[in-house]
């Protein structure tokens, strides 16, 4: 069965170079088999930063994404990372979410649906528009990014429009809040009788500080793999029939009334 890697570690502040060699660092030690998907935080390169002029990809080159197909293709596997894109030095950035497979191809792009109000996000990116998914080994993959999780109505039109069999999100989720964290990625399983990868960073940045807890929930709410609060790397294997049988078996997604979930 494929594994899923997911890599909890201590962003360092606007600094895409030292971020890139952690990661390098973290997931070769984890000895990741070819063929893995690899997840990453949100803005894994910088942290939760609003300084778009500095951080987004057209600042530096495209530095994270370079790297992140680079990483790709050296181990061999699924590597989804993260991307400032502001190509418009006068507009706002999306947060991004983006895949790529061994062969370092740009296999998905996802643009974060729900900037946190509550952190001024709004201020300085724009919301994305639409849901997507990845194929991986044959397991349909929806990428999702930290706020995203308390809106289970685009959890719901994926799963049941888009077919998601696995949800991987990455996130900057503050301490404060860490039980609506961990609660949250469980009810999202549940109900979407889905895999759920919950990504969280660790340590602190100039503002927040961060207490990681990332889950790998398996389609009926069982915590497979979790992170305390230190720097650590997750895994799991991920069995694609358990999601068709248990929605086979237990037919909750099948009684959806569509007219009430809106448009996809």
């Known amino acids: 069965m494929p594994q899923v890697f997911a890599v909890q570690f201590d962003i360092v502040w606007e600094d895409k170079a030292a971020n890139h060699a952690i990661v390098q660092r973290m997931v070769e030690q984890a000895s990741v088999p070819r063929g893995s998907l690899i997840v990453l935080p949100e803005m894994f390169d910088v942290g939760f930063s609003l300084n778009t002029k500095v ?11 370079k790297w992140c197909a680079a990483a790709a293709r050296r181990w061999g596997a699924f590597v989804q990372g993260a991307s400032v894109q502001r190509p418009n030095p006068s507009g706002k950035a999306t947060n991004d979410a983006v895949v790529f497979n061994p062969d370092g191809e ?12 509550g952190g001024r996000e709004p201020e300085e990116f724009r919301g994305g528009s639409e849901i997507v998914t990845f194929d991986w080994h044959g397991i349909k993959v929806c990428p999702l990014i930290c706020y995203d999780l308390r809106f289970p109505e685009i959890w719901r039109l994926a799963a049941i429009e888009r077919g998601a069999e696995m949800f991987t ?10 039980h609506h964290w961990l609660t949250l990625l469980s009810a999202r399983a549940i109900e979407n009788q889905a895999y759920v990868v919950g990504l969280n960073r660790c340590g602190e940045d100039p503002y927040l500080p961060y207490a990681g807890g990332s889950r790998i929930i398996d389609p009926k709410g069982e915590v497979i793999a979790q992170a305390g609060d230190a720097p650590t790397v997750i895994s799991a294997e991920i069995d694609h029939t358990s999601v ?3 929605r086979a078996s237990f037919k909750a997604l099948a009684d959806v009334r569509r007219e009430f979930l809106g448009r996809c």
């Not at 740009?106 to 109000?117: A, D, E, Q, T």
């Open 55 to 65: 951080t987004a990809e057209q600042a530096t080159g495209g530095a994270s994404e």
């Open 106 to 117: 740009l296999i998905c792009r996802y643009s974060k649906i729900f900037p946190f109000s």
């Open 169 to 178: 999100i990455g996130a900057s989720w503050p301490s404060p809040r860490q």
């Open 244 to 246: 068709q049988s248990w």
